[in-house]
C-alpha cells in the first residue's frame, strides 16, 4: 500500500511529497473552484521523472450527475480535459465526486447523465486516465453518499471501469457506519483505488457535532478500529491532517 498526501501549494509538489516521505501525492490541476482549462505544470519533468506516483484531484463544482446543462456540460469538459492533464503528469487516476441531483425524482437521470459522461468518451477513446468516483457526506439527492445508492451508479458505470475513491470521513459523516466499510464497499465496486482520510468535514448527518466528533478524534479512530486499516498505515497517515492511502 502507497501512502501519501494532498499538496495544497502546487509549486513544488514533488518536493513537498519528498519533505513527508510519501509514496504518491495527490494535487489539482486547475483552480479547484474555477472552470479554468489545464495548462501545462511548469514542474511537469520534475513530477514525470520522481519516483512518487501522482494522483489529481479534479475541481469541485464538477457535477456530472445534474440536470441542468449549463453544468453538466462544462462539467463533461472538465472531467475529460483534467484527466488529460493529469496523464500528463503520469497521474494514476482522476477523482472526482459523485455530485448531486434536486430531487430523488431525478436520482435515475443523475444515474444515467454518469453512465452517459463514459459511454460518449468512450465514442473519443475514452479517458486518458481512470475515473475514480469519490463518495461525499452531504446533499440529501448525491449520487454517491449512501451505499445504496453507489450500488445502483456502480450498476451503471461499472463495466466502463470506473474506479472508485473511498473517503472514510465523508461515508461517516455521510451518515454510514465505518464497521466493514472497506468490505462493503468492495462488495459494491468491486475495488477500492484509493482512500481518503481527514479531518475536515462537510455538515454531515449532526452538523457541527460532527465536526467535533471529528476534532475529537473519533473519526480516525473508528477507521483504525473499525475499518480494518491497521494503525501504522493510520501513523503514517498523518501527514498534515490531508493523507490517504492507494490501495
Ligand atoms: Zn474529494
Not at 500500500?1 to 504518491?24: C, N, Q, T, W, Y
Amino acid at each position: 500500500m502507497r501512502i501519501g498526501a494532498h499538496v495544497r501549494l502546487d509549486s513544488d509538489p514533488i518536493g513537498f511529497g519528498e519533505k513527508l516521505g510519501a509514496d504518491v501525492i495527490q494535487l489539482f490541476v486547475v483552480d479547484p473552484r474555477g472552470w479554468d482549462k489545464p495548462t501545462p505544470h511548469p514542474r511537469t519533468e520534475e513530477i514525470l521523472a520522481s519516483p512518487i506516483d501522482v494522483v489529481v484531484h479534479s475541481s469541485y463544482q464538477i457535477n456530472v450527475a445534474s440536470l441542468n446543462n449549463r453544468l453538466r456540460m462544462p462539467s463533461r469538459n472538465a472531467v475529460a480535459q483534467q484527466a488529460q492533464a493529469a496523464a500528463e503528469l503520469g497521474a494514476f487516476g482522476l477523482v472526482v465526486h459523485g455530485g448531486h441531483v434536486r430531487s430523488d425524482a431525478e436520482l435515475a437521470t443523475g444515474i444515467d447523465n454518469w453512465r452517459k459522461l463514459f459511454e460518449r468518451q468512450q465514442d473519443k477513446g475514452g479517458f486518458a486516465v481512470p475515473i475514480l468516483i469519490e463518495n461525499t457526506a452531504g446533499g440529501n439527492h448525491a449520487m454517491a453518499r449512501h451505499f445504496d445508492s453507489i450500488a445502483r451508479l456502480w450498476d451503471a458505470v461499472g463495466d466502463y471501469g470506473a474506479g472508485f475513491c473511498l473517503d472514510t470521513c465523508h461515508a461517516w459523516a455521510g451518515g454510514e457506519e465505518l464497521v466493514g466499510v472497506v468490505d462493503r464497499i468492495k462488495a459494491i465496486t468491486g475495488r477500492i483505488d484509493l482512500v481518503h482520510r481527514r479531518w475536515r468535514l462537510r455538515r454531515g448527518r449532526g452538523g457541527r457535532s460532527d465536526a467535533s466528533r471529528a476534532a475529537n478524534g473519533q473519526c480516525s479512530v473508528s477507521l483504525r478500529s473499525e475499518a480494518g486499516i491497521g494503525p501504522m498505515w493510520l501513523r503514517r497517515l498523518w501527514f498534515g491532517h490531508r493523507g490517504f492511502a492507494v490501495c
